[in-house]
């Protein structure tokens, strides 16, 4: 049986770490800095997506994901 580790990028970002690379060819095909994108708007969303879930909240509203684009946007 394989050992099992904990995914760093699933833990910090909210993403698989097998997802990365194709995140990473979306962003470059794109012109977007993928540690922008993963600093922040996935962290930033991942961080509040979790706080919400602890406080047993319903989760992130359209409203609330909008405000961190926004946020994110203003860098």
């Known amino acids: ?3 099992k580790t904990l995914d760093y ?3 910090h970002y909210g993403i698989r770490s097998a997802d990365l690379p194709l995140i990473e060819q979306i962003c470059k095909e794109n ?3 993928i540690d922008w994108l993963k600093e922040d708007v996935l962290k930033v969303y991942n961080d509040q997506r979790t706080e919400k879930a602890q406080s047993k909240d319903a989760g992130l509203t359209e ?3 909008m405000k961190i684009l926004k946020k994110a946007i203003k860098f």
Request: charged share 25%.
């Open 63 to 65: 409203k609330d994901v």
């Open 31 to 33: 012109g977007i800095s």
């Open 1 to 3: 049986m394989a050992k």
């Open 9 to 11: 990028q699933l833990l």
